[in-house]
């Protein structure tokens, strides 16, 4: 049981490129979530999915996109990367609680 | 809206001493409380929750009490450790969608600790 996993753990990108974030769980929870941590902001939600197929917007969605076609899986894509989505990145999934995964740290350069 | 007000950091401590981090918050409705530690380099994992007034969750020497009179849900460890060094974060959970059991997670923006030998 790996819980919460993501790929890559670190990534440094030019402005203008373009990635995809993998979070997988393992534990067959329903909710997904993908948060972004920034110095002295704590984290706050991106998007999150309450099921496959299902995704819905959080506080700062801006410049990202998300997709949820397998239950386990929830994609967090950059279509074209600012120096502003520089953050780690965190997905977590649910069921009573929250478990976060380890993290994916973003440069944009 | 819904938000959560953590003391400032850094806080820097020797080993063996008394730890409060104050978190207070506002928020519709009643929402759960919790507290998350996130360890260099590593995720958030929960530390201890409590979800409805006078409720005291607990985990590890640490302690924090619901109290709705004063909206705070304040941290506390009798004995700090050098392996208590970490960023807390307090948090609290309202519901996303009216009928429905998801709930999100609002951050306050988090309190560094350092413990000192």
């Known amino acids: 049981n790996a819980g919460v996993t993501q790929t890559p753990k670190f990534r440094v990108l030019k402005t203008g490129q373009s990635m995809t974030l993998l979070c997988a769980q393992d534990?067959?929870?329903?909710?997904m979530y993908w948060y972004r941590q920034d110095p002295g902001m704590g984290l706050r939600l991106i998007h999150y999915?309450?099921?496959?197929?299902?995704?819905a917007k959080g506080e700062v969605p801006d410049g990202y996109n998300v997709s949820r076609l397998k239950k386990q899986n929830f994609l967090l894509g950059l279509e074209s990367a600012a120096p502003s989505q520089t953050s780690v990145y965190f997905c977590?999934?649910?069921?009573?609680?929250?478990?976060f995964g380890p993290g994916t740290r973003l440069t944009v350069t | 809206g819904d938000s959560v007000t953590q003391m400032e950091g850094p806080v820097t401590l020797s080993e063996e001493a008394f730890l409060t981090i104050n978190c207070t918050y506002t928020?519709?409705?009643?929402?759960?409380l919790f507290w998350y530690v996130q360890y260099p380099g590593e995720g958030l994992q929960l530390l201890l929750k409590?979800?409805?007034?006078?409720d005291k969750g607990s985990n590890k020497g640490f302690e924090a009490t619901y109290r709705k009179e004063t909206t705070s849900f304040h941290l506390e460890k009798g004995s700090v450790q050098v392996s208590d060094s970490a960023v807390y974060f307090c948090?609290?959970?309202?519901?996303?969608?009216?009928?429905?059991?998801?709930?999100?997670?609002?951050f306050g923006k988090g309190t560094l600790l350092t413990v000192n030998p």
């Open positions: 999915s309450v099921g496959e197929g299902t995704t």
């Open positions: 928020a519709t409705g009643y929402p759960s």
């Open positions: 948090a609290l959970s309202v519901r996303v969608s009216s009928g429905g059991s998801n709930y999100k997670l609002t």
């Open positions: 409590a979800t409805k007034a006078d």
């Open positions: 534990m067959n929870h329903e909710y």
């Open positions: 977590a999934s649910r069921t009573a609680e929250q478990y």
